[in-house]
């Protein structure tokens, strides 16, 4: 049983496209979540939903998008992706609080060329 | 703002040596800590966790850390470390009531066989 998905695994595209990465946790955790781990392994938060609602926003671009359709998934939108955006993005989930651990997608290496 | 400091960038080991890796964060209230690994091409995964109580806790796979609130430190051991152990390892930080992870930098770690 996977607890956390993420699709595509591996996404190539070319810069100026806009392309989406879905996620979906089936562990009932009501917060997920958006990093982005560059080539340096620096894993960095992006944005975090819970019950739908956005509650963290980093410092983003506003060409990143999330959509939190209900609580079991988070999508990530991407418009006109540029060369800077290869990374590899990871998805995760946990209840609400601080007490709670987070659990990671497998993740989403995206290049862009 | 928050930030946690993993002072090895990479540690290059032998089987059966021990190991500790190093953990510094800068938030001076209640916090959450947490040691993850990601294996070759896998997702992170917990190792351990502190939230309260006794300051040395014992992770899976042999690790154990120890939160000394003094030195803002939470560092992780494994007294014989594995070929299996190569991985990267990231501490984590979360902060009173904060929904975020920050994480540090880092160690790749390289067990020789």
């Known amino acids: 049983d996977t607890a956390v998905s993420q699709t595509p695994k591996y996404l190539v595209t070319q810069m100026g496209n806009d392309k989406s990465i879905k996620c979906e946790q089936n562990l009932g955790h009501d917060t997920m979540y958006w990093y982005k781990q560059d080539s340096k392994k620096f894993l960095k938060i992006m944005f975090s939903?819970?019950?739908?609602?956005?509650?963290i926003n980093e410092t983003v671009p506003n060409r990143f998008s999330p959509k939190s359709p209900d609580k079991a998934h988070l999508n990530l939108h991407i418009n006109s992706l540029e060369l800077g955006d290869s990374a590899v993005y990871f998805c995760?989930?946990?209840?609400?609080?601080?007490?709670?651990?987070?659990?990671f997608g497998p993740g989403t290496r995206l290049t862009v060329t | 703002a928050q930030s946690v400091s993993q002072h090895n960038h990479h540690v290059i080991l032998s089987e059966a040596a021990s190991l500790e890796l190093g953990c510094n964060y800068s938030?001076?209230?209640?916090?959450?800590l947490f040691w993850y690994v990601q294996y070759p091409g896998q997702h992170l995964q917990l190792l351990l966790k502190y939230f309260s109580g006794d300051p040395l806790v014992k992770g899976i796979k042999g690790f154990e850390a120890e939160f000394i609130k003094s030195k803002f430190s939470f560092n992780l051991r494994k007294p014989s470390v594995q070929w299996s152990d190569t991985a990267e390892y990231f501490c984590?930080?979360?902060?009173?009531?904060?929904?975020?992870?920050?994480f540090g930098a880092g160690t790749t770690v390289t067990v020789r066989a």
């Open positions: 984590a930080v979360k902060a009173g009531g904060d929904y975020k992870l920050s």
């Open positions: 995760a989930s946990s209840h609400s609080g601080s007490r709670y651990e987070q659990y």
């Open positions: 939903y819970n019950n739908k609602e956005l509650i």
């Open positions: 938030y001076g209230g209640t916090v959450n």
